[in-house]
């Protein structure tokens, strides 16, 4: 090589090192790793939100939280009021270069909805699909439904092609252990592709520049990092190694905000924190099930010190909620709002009326990966139920452990956190948490609970039109809830992000779900 030749080889290689220092990168620390990158194999909302990156539906949530197109442009209700009519959108290719058709939206439709899908209960009233051409689709409901563009945010369209080629037509499910090729793999249409995927390592993003639409964010690049301990992602981002986290422990914000480098972004989530009962025979001990009745749950109600909670273990940031949904969601009533006040003397002499004895034993399920300071909160109830002569048994471990446990009936009380995500409306909960377990109905009913009264109300609101009288029904569908004392309700969850003076742009959504295509980095576009 001559002395010309090194010195354009070595002009080369700065200018692609240079190239790649000047590369837009966002640095995402999270407190877990997603559970697939298929996203009809988990029903988990950090999972979903993420693979949002990488797929998208019919129709999408704008900056504002309004329903607006995405992959169709257009719909109508047809005369027969159950049949629901898509234009799609032209033009849209899957990451793979395979053109998006009418095929694609149905064969997605029959796998999300298949019967061993954990996701069946996103779209409840779906019956069947139909390709009227290659950029028509018809979706036909088992009634007047109001809410199937709320549902539609979150089913992704996948490409029918890939699927078959990859044996990937039936959904997976990670709750019970099955895998395919579409759990390490990824084909989507959406502003990010899959670079690549290493498991509780990293998973690399980066922008697909034949992407449909006009991107709103300059990245290049996501590196999504799962950072499990709270004090290792202080650091980290403290450090630049990343520079975001939508998982700011609550803790540390104090710290954070005093930090020169860094931004504190805050709010209040709506998802809310609910304790769940079995209502099953027996617990998990072959002990006779007392939870069953409603003298023993407002007991444990009674036994936990709300005001303690919010203001130690969620240090003032969290919201106390009497009521099972937040006050932004449709159904949400402020006489719904209310809590009966700690009284761990009431709670004894509940306890001692139903026959409940002394130092009674159960499995208390908590997610180690799950909520907002999940552990410290389980604890400190588990602490106060102890003051009233139980005995629980704290169950902390990985969502991944703890799901199958959940969904098989293999444990006793559980938490659970519920954002009404995608719908945003009370008739999230309704159907999926409280309805008896039938059909796509009841898909989080892990306690077992069936009050038929309950199912006519919620029933009778998923087919009413006039939005008034739907919503009157879901909040006297919620009162009966919080009359039964079916689940406790905690709060709802401090929402606390933090990026560093490298992100310039990081717009902070009430429903907690990051939505990077608005995000910059650097200076901006």
């Known amino acids: 090589m001559t002395f010309r030749q090194i010195l354009l080889a070595s002009a080369a290689l700065a200018t692609l090192a240079g190239a790649a220092q000047a590369e837009n990168?966002?640095?995402?620390?999270?407190?877990?790793?997603i559970g697939s990158l298929d996203p009809y194999s988990y029903g988990d909302s950090f999972t979903i939100n993420v693979l949002n990156h990488v797929y998208e539906g019919l129709v999408r949530y704008n900056a504002d939280l309004k329903i607006e197109p995405a992959l169709a442009t257009s719909w109508e209700i047809l005369d027969d009021k159950v049949t629901w009519r898509f234009k799609l959108r032209e033009g849209v290719t899957f990451h793979n270069g395979n053109p998006f058709t009418a095929e694609d939206v149905v064969a997605s439709l029959q796998r999300v909805s298949h019967e061993t899908s954990p996701l069946k209960g996103n779209l409840p009233a779906y019956v069947s699909s139909e390709a009227v051409d290659d950029l028509t689709v018809d979706i036909t409901l088992n009634d007047t439904y109001p809410l199937l563009l709320n549902?539609?945010?979150?089913?992704?369209?996948?490409?029918?092609?890939?699927?078959?080629?990859?044996?990937?037509l039936l959904p997976t499910d990670?709750?019970?252990?099955?895998?395919?090729y579409a759990t390490y793999n990824a084909n989507g249409t959406g502003p990010f592709r899959v670079e690549s995927r290493q498991p509780d390592a990293k998973t690399v993003f980066v922008a697909n520049a034949d992407w449909w639409d006009e991107p709103q964010h300059n990245l290049d690049r996501i590196e999504l990092t799962p950072v499990t301990s709270a004090a290792t992602r202080v650091a980290a981002l403290l450090s630049g190694e990343i520079n975001f986290t939508n998982d700011a422990p609550v803790q540390d914000l104090p710290r954070l905000a005093a930090a020169?480098?860094?931004?504190?972004?805050?709010?209040?989530?709506?998802?809310?924190?609910?304790?769940?009962?079995?209502?099953?025979?027996?617990l998990v001990s072959g002990e006779s099930n007392p939870f069953k009745e409603k003298s023993v749950r407002e007991a444990l109600y009674k036994a936990i010190d709300l005001d303690l909670i919010q203001s130690r273990v969620m240090r003032g940031k969290s919201r106390t909620a009497g009521a099972t949904v937040a006050p932004p969601i449709p159904g949400y009533s402020e006489e719904l709002d209310t809590v009966p006040g700690y009284d761990p003397?009431?709670?004894?002499?509940?306890?001692a009326e139903a026959g409940v004895p002394e130092g009674l034993q159960f499995e208390f399920n908590c997610l180690a990966d799950g909520l907002v300071n999940e552990e410290q909160f389980c604890q400190a109830i588990a602490s106060m139920w102890s003051r009233i002569g139980l005995a629980p048994k704290l169950d902390v471990a990985p969502r991944a452990v703890q799901t199958p446990k959940r969904t098989n009936g293999q444990t006793d009380i559980y938490t659970l956190g519920w954002a009404t995500l995608p719908m945003l409306d009370a008739y999230s909960p309704l159907l999926q948490i409280f309805h008896s377990k039938v059909g796509n109905s009841g898909v989080f009913n892990w306690g077992g609970w069936s009050y038929p009264e309950l199912d006519a109300l919620i029933d009778a609101a998923g087919s009413e039109l006039d939005t008034d009288t739907r919503l009157s029904l879901e909040t006297e569908a919620l009162?009966?809830?919080?009359?039964?004392?079916?689940?406790?309700?905690?709060?709802q969850q401090p929402m606390a992000w933090a990026v560093t003076d490298e992100v310039s742009e990081m717009p902070l959504f009430p429903d907690n779900k990051p939505r990077l295509w608005f995000a910059q980095v650097g200076q901006g576009s």
């Open 174 to 180: 990670i709750g019970s252990g099955t895998e395919g």
């Open 260 to 282: 020169p480098n860094v931004e504190v972004l805050e709010g209040v989530d709506l998802r809310t924190v609910m304790i769940g009962f079995p209502f099953r025979d027996t």
């Open 345 to 351: 003397d009431a709670a004894k002499a509940l306890l």
């Open 151 to 168: 549902d539609l945010t979150n089913i992704h369209i996948f490409d029918k092609e890939w699927m078959v080629e990859h044996d990937s």
């Open 479 to 491: 009162q009966f809830v919080k009359d039964e004392m079916i689940m406790i309700p905690l709060h």
């Open 25 to 33: 990168v966002l640095k995402w620390g999270a407190n877990r790793d």
